[in-house]
């Protein structure tokens, strides 16, 4: 496992982003919508109101934000004067050769949420507020990077804030409760 020790936050990295996710929930709807019909001999669309109301409420999908997780980037202080952040993501989304995924494991053992990489940690100045933003975007940036060259295209998300809006120096006073 990595050396992170202090932990400031964590980042949802999710399957698809929050577009995507809707595309392809309103491609689903459309099969869904056509087999049914299909099945009917019937157009969905001719369908009674109650009905076609029932069937898509049986088709929903739940709110993307929470249910399309596939890992977090975890972001912290490794206990000295360095930025450090660890990836951590479900069992199942580890490729098929890694040790983790190696036994037979039921459904809710590939949901288990597993220690997956290191990223490289950055030297800071923990006096200087600017230093940790930078040292957070430059792991940021590294992690798009690990993402765009994995096979499945992960989207990391991040906040539609700065991070210049924390004070990530009194933070790590807080967390090393300590006298900086």
């Known amino acids: ?14 399957k698809r982003d ?13 099969k869904q919508k056509i087999w049914f019909g299909n099945q009917c001999e ?4 001719n369908l009674n109101t109650d009905l076609k109301n029932r069937m898509e409420q049986r088709w929903y999908w ?13 972001i912290g202080m490794d206990g000295g004067k360095c930025l450090a ?11 098929r050769k890694h040790r983790w995924r190696h036994d037979d494991f039921s459904t809710l053992e590939n949901q288990h949420i597993l220690y997956a990489v290191e990223i490289e940690k950055i030297l800071i100045d ?19 990077c690990i993402i765009k ?11 539609s804030y700065s991070f210049e809006c924390f004070d990530f120096v009194r933070a790590y006073k807080e967390l090393k409760n300590i006298d900086l």
């Open 1 to 14: 496992m990595g050396v992170l020790m202090n932990s400031f936050f964590l980042l949802p990295i999710y």
């Open 18 to 30: 929050y577009k995507q996710y809707n595309n392809d929930h309103e491609k689903y709807l459309e």
């Open 42 to 45: 019937t157009p969905f669309n």
């Open 62 to 74: 739940p709110p993307w934000k929470y249910n399309d997780i596939v890992g977090y980037l975890n």
């Open 85 to 95: 952040a660890d990836v951590y993501l479900r069992r199942k989304y580890f490729s």
């Open 126 to 144: 923990i006096n200087n507020n600017d230093s940790y933003v930078k040292a957070l975007y430059t792991i940021i940036e590294r992690v798009k």
């Open 149 to 159: 060259k994995s096979k499945r295209k992960y989207y990391l998300w991040i906040p």
